[in-house]
Nanobody, 122 residues
Framework: QVRLVESGGGLVQAGASLRLSCAAS????????MGWFRRAPGKDREFVAS????????TYADSTKGRFTISRDNAKNTSWLQLNSLKPEDTAVYYC???????????????WGQGTQVTVSS
């Protein structure tokens, strides 16, 4: 059974940092592009970042303003999203997702985690 489990969220002050983790199991991790998304209350799910199966081609949403960094370690079956200089508008549930490498970027992700809450207070 494929599972993606996010962790690392929490309640922090504006300007703080968090590192979110996504632990994958039940799949050949190195065959999947990993992505991070977020959903704020009352808003649609939003793309945040992605990274190719080899660790190349990191891609970010403009809304992160260079504050976020995505990474992965295929030996650990884990992807991370480093969140720096957090702002209240970053408050959301953050989800990781996996997409088999041979799908184009416009195609849907295959698996999703349950999400981890990030709350940024002012």
């Amino acid at each position: 059974q494929v599972r993606l489990v996010e962790s690392g969220g929490g309640l922090v002050q504006a300007g703080a940092s968090l590192r979110l983790s996504c632990a994958a199991s039940g799949l050949t991790f190195r065959q999947y592009t990993m992505g991070w998304f977020r959903r704020a209350p009352g808003k649609d799910r939003e793309f945040v970042a992605s990274i190719s199966r080899s660790g190349g081609n990191p891609t970010y949403a403009d809304s992160t303003k260079g504050r976020f960094t995505i990474s992965r370690d295929n030996a650990k079956n884990t992807s991370w999203l480093q969140l720096n200089s957090l702002k209240p508008e970053d408050t959301a549930v953050y989800y990781c997702a996996a997409r088999i490498y041979w799908r184009d970027s416009v195609e849907p992700y295959d698996y999703w985690g349950q999400g981890t809450q990030v709350t940024v207070s002012s």
